[in-house]
């Protein structure tokens, strides 16, 4: 097995869709799925393409409401290419019966098909590679190569641009408006140049593909234009094919926008990509360059060809989601990657599992990442605001302006029922912003960063979350009302018309963590940069003193001996889990019954237990001791078996979650909770909806738990820190890092000792901590340093 490529043999019409995902080709700013070029009008494929940050807000009535719901838009299609003989119909799927085959080849980034066509008796070998540019963001190209196998004659293929495309590759949101194209017009030449421009109808952008296809070993061929509509561009080639000799047919595709820097007219920009753009080969040069550099910054090895072939994908899909062109974007961090329509290419909180990966790795990818966030701070202070808060409240879910899109309403599919939707009360999302503004700090050590914008991010999340706690006389404590944490299946009280928990103890406890590293970043910043921040800010002393005393003074609720997930969890009942054995989406089961998740002792993901991942053990007991609770060694392990015993896993963020969690105390469970996460896309996600995107939380999550919490990797103060808790399946992991002051670093993990190596470069030497030794690298040489 091949540990750097997909492959799949024969049609697979119940697969095809997930296929379709996870052969998705990009390069951070756009990606296209795995379809076949060849998928008309009523097929059963989808061949979706998005740009990253590309939103549009349409209008719908649903349950005889008017929602509104903004959409990572579908864009035009650049993929159609069909042919036919002079005198036959166009090719419509492969032959059956005849051998057919695709492989993904994550190292070089292509997609590659091989199949038969039969038009009469007249069989065609056919191959056809693509590659979506890691190189040139805004190009992608595809070959096809057409080998008459018992046959001559003419051929005509032909080559389009589909701007009649819309949003609908979700099947639970069929019901709402995917509209989301106005055509501006298109066109095409006899030289073999197509192209079409459109316009999103409500956020305005301009959308122009321009495609030149030509044939690349056969001088005979004749192209002319077809006749096009406002929303349909095609050139036709007609050309001679010979017995067993192939002809070489390369369709080369330039995308843009305006929302593109540097363009003036986009078509302009299109066509002018297409003359500087070389011939397929040299476009795939270069490509492959580049994903060899990427990989050359954060390849990750093991022995499992099982686990490996998994890793590299779920590099590959990262990188194609966020790439070193991300950071110019103003894009965060989409929950599906650029691969479908499942949250409407919404971005969550998930990126507080994929900062990590790209922070010790791309950290300007990363930085990119927050600074959208530090964008978007106008519409979370006016949504602070508007509950009456100072400081920020990010959105649950955000997209292109970064105010709440969360849905009203969404669709149970196993009831058919629209129910009120209320998780934009997971306020906690803030939290993970200010978290990751924090952790990328510490591992790049740069104060400039905080300066520049990181101090002000988190600085608004601290403000909104100390002033959403209010003092409570009767439990002489602060408390935080009405929120949901990260476990969806709880969203209020049974018998409470108001939706919304009361001191989610994940909620709590970060907020104390997040006010501390505000007054921290206090300390930290430079006087005259902090005056004119406070000044600008209104943050006066005795808000700053409000931040102390509410990170004394918060409620963190218990029960029988364990954090409890919010205030009178223990009134909640026991589920009879053995009746829903298996049965991840417990909320959408009960429902249909009639039931509902808020009356029992049953979560969807880890939500206390989020603490134990972010947080270090000595972090939370400093916290919970700050609050005035005894130190207990066994309240950790305590508290893992109680929620562990009562989690459906309903996310695929539970897996992850989990995995690192219990590396703390059993490292067998551990890991097989990371290797069910790392079969997420591949082997069934918890809600088998690989086919509306890809997870990018479990993709990062994956690499990080191998990297990061089996490694006890850490950068602090200019240090790299390790301290392994290895599992006992894995006996050997080793990977490549950058980080922003140190440079590369190579680091192997064997069962008693490491060894950490740092290429020649002109860089610094990279100072290691494992137990007791601390030793110095310097470029060019390795270290191997004993774990006893
Ligand atoms: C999870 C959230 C997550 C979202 C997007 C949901 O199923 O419960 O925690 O942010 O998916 O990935």
């Not at 056809?128 to 196998?149: F, G, K, N």
Request: net charge negative; charged share 25%.
């Amino acid at each position: 097995m091949d540990p750097w490529t997909l492959e799949y043999e024969g049609p697979d019409p119940q697969g095809a869709l997930v296929r379709e995902t996870l052969c998705t080709l990009g390069n951070g700013y756009f990606a296209t799925r795995g379809a076949p070029p060849e998928a008309g009008a009523g097929s059963t494929c989808y061949p979706g393409t998005y740009v990253a940050g590309c939103y549009d807000r349409a209008v719908s009535t649903v349950a005889d409401r008017r929602v509104d719901n903004e959409d990572l838009v579908n864009v035009p299609n650049w993929l159609p290419l069909t042919f036919r003989p002079e005198d036959g119909d166009w090719f419509g799927e492969p032959a059956a019966g005849l051998p057919q085959r695709t492989e993904l080849d994550m190292r070089r980034g292509t997609l590659t098909r091989t199949f038969h066509t039969v038009h009469a008796g007249r069989r065609t070998h056919v191959t056809q590679c693509r590659l979506v540019s890691m190189d040139d963001p805004h190009l992608a190209t595809l070959r096809t190569t057409l080998t008459p196998e018992n046959w001559a004659g003419t051929v005509v293929v032909r080559s389009a641009l589909d701007g009649t495309v819309s949003n609908r590759g979700v099947a639970r949101y069929r019901d709402l408006n995917g509209r989301h194209l106005a055509p501006l017009g298109a066109g095409s030449e006899n030289t073999g140049t197509a192209w079409l421009r459109c316009r999103t109808l409500t956020s305005g952008v301009e959308i122009v593909l321009a495609s030149r296809t030509l044939v690349t070993r056969d001088g005979r061929a004749t192209t002319c234009a077809t006749p096009t509509s406002d929303d349909w561009a095609a050139t036709d080639l007609t050309l001679n094919v010979r017995t067993g000799e192939p002809t070489t047919v390369e369709k080369t595709v330039a995308l843009y926008t305006s929302r593109d820097r540097a363009v003036g007219d986009c078509l302009d920009a299109a066509l002018h990509a297409l003359d500087r753009a070389g011939d397929f080969s040299e476009l795939a040069r270069r490509h492959e360059a580049a994903w060899r550099h990427l990989w050359e910054t954060c390849s990750v090895e093991v022995d499992s060809e099982r686990d490996q072939r998994l890793l590299n994908l779920h590099l590959f899909h990262l990188l194609q989601t966020l790439s070193p062109h991300t950071p110019d974007l103003d894009v965060g961090v989409p929950a599906r990657g650029l691969h479908g329509e499942a949250y409407r290419g919404h971005v969550f909180w998930d990126e507080v599992f994929v900062l990590p990966f790209l922070n010790l790795r791309f950290p300007q990818t990363a930085r990119g990442l927050l600074r959208y966030r530090w964008r978007r701070l106008p519409r979370a202070r006016a949504s602070a605001r508007a509950a009456g808060l100072r400081g920020a409240l990010f959105p649950w879910q955000s997209a292109s302006d970064g105010r709440e899109e969360t849905q009203e309403l969404h669709l149970n599919p196993r009831s058919g029922h629209w129910l009120p939707d209320n998780s934009h009360l997971q306020r906690h999302v803030g939290l993970a912003v200010a978290y990751n503004v924090w952790q990328h700090y510490r591992v790049t050590g740069d104060v400039a960063f905080l300066c520049e914008f990181g101090a002000e991010l988190l600085l608004e999340v601290a403000r909104a979350f100390a002033d959403m706690a209010v003092f409570d006389e009767e439990l002489d404590r602060f408390v935080i009302r009405g929120v949901m944490g990260p476990d969806e299946y709880h969203d209020g009280y049974p018998g409470r018309a108001v939706p919304g928990l009361d001191d989610n103890a994940y909620t709590n406890v970060m907020t104390v963590w997040v006010l501390l590293r505000a007054l921290d970043i206090l300390r930290t910043l430079p006087g005259p940069f902090r005056e004119e921040l406070q000044e600008s800010l209104g943050l006066e002393a005795d808000e700053i003193a409000r931040f102390e005393s509410v990170s004394r003074g918060l409620h963190v609720p218990f029960h029988e001996g364990v954090i409890s997930q919010f205030a009178h969890y223990e009134d909640l009942d026991e589920l009879d889990w053995e009746a829903y054995q298996g049965v991840r989406r417990l909320d959408r089961a009960l429902e249909a019954e009639g039931d509902d998740c808020n009356h029992y002792r049953a979560a969807k993901q880890a939500d206390v237990l989020m603490l134990f991942l972010l947080l270090s053990e000595e972090e939370i007991t400093d916290i919970l001791e700050r609050l005035g609770h005894a130190r207990d060694p066994e309240l950790v392990p305590r508290t893992i078996d109680h929620y562990l015993a009562r989690t459906a896993h309903g996310s695929s963020l539970s897996s992850v979650a989990h995995a690192w969690v219990l590396s703390r105390t059993d490292r067998e469970a551990s890991w097989e909770f990371f290797r069910d996460a790392l079969g997420t896309d591949v082997e069934g996600a918890p809600d088998g909806s690989t086919a509306e995107g890809i997870h990018m939380g479990a993709m990062a999550g994956t690499v990080d738990i191998l990297t990061r919490c089996y490694t006890g990797l850490a950068v602090r103060e200019g240090v790299l820190h390790l301290s392994l808790r290895l599992p006992a399946d894995l006996d050997r992991l080793s990977f490549d890092l950058r980080c922003l002051r140190q440079g590369r670093v190579r680091v192997e993990v064997f069962r008693d000792r490491v060894r950490v190596s740092v290429p020649a470069s002109g860089g610094p030497p990279v100072t290691v901590r494992v137990g007791v030794h601390l030793v110095s690298v310097r470029p060019g040489t390795a270290c191997l340093l004993p774990l006893a």
